[in-house]
């Protein structure tokens, strides 16, 4: 069955799939933040981390 979270974005409701894994990211439908599934029993939702790659140089 989907799990449902609040973003901690802007605490709006986020579904997941019932195969969503710890680590897996997902996109909050209301603002569009990345969020990474931190726990599945019962599911929690963290900020992802911003994918920049514009370090190093
Ligand atoms: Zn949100």
Redesign the pocket.
């Known amino acids: 069955m989907p799990a449902t979270s609040k973003?901690p974005?802007?605490d709006?409701n986020?579904s997941v799939g019932a195969d969503a894994v710890k680590g897996e990211i997902v996109s909050?439908p209301?603002?569009?933040?990345e969020l990474e599934v931190t726990a599945t029993a019962p599911l929690a939702l963290a900020l992802a981390p911003e994918a920049e790659e514009d370090w190093g140089e």
Not at 30 to 33: E, P, Q, V
């Open positions: 973003c974005e802007c709006g986020v909050c209301d603002c569009g933040a």
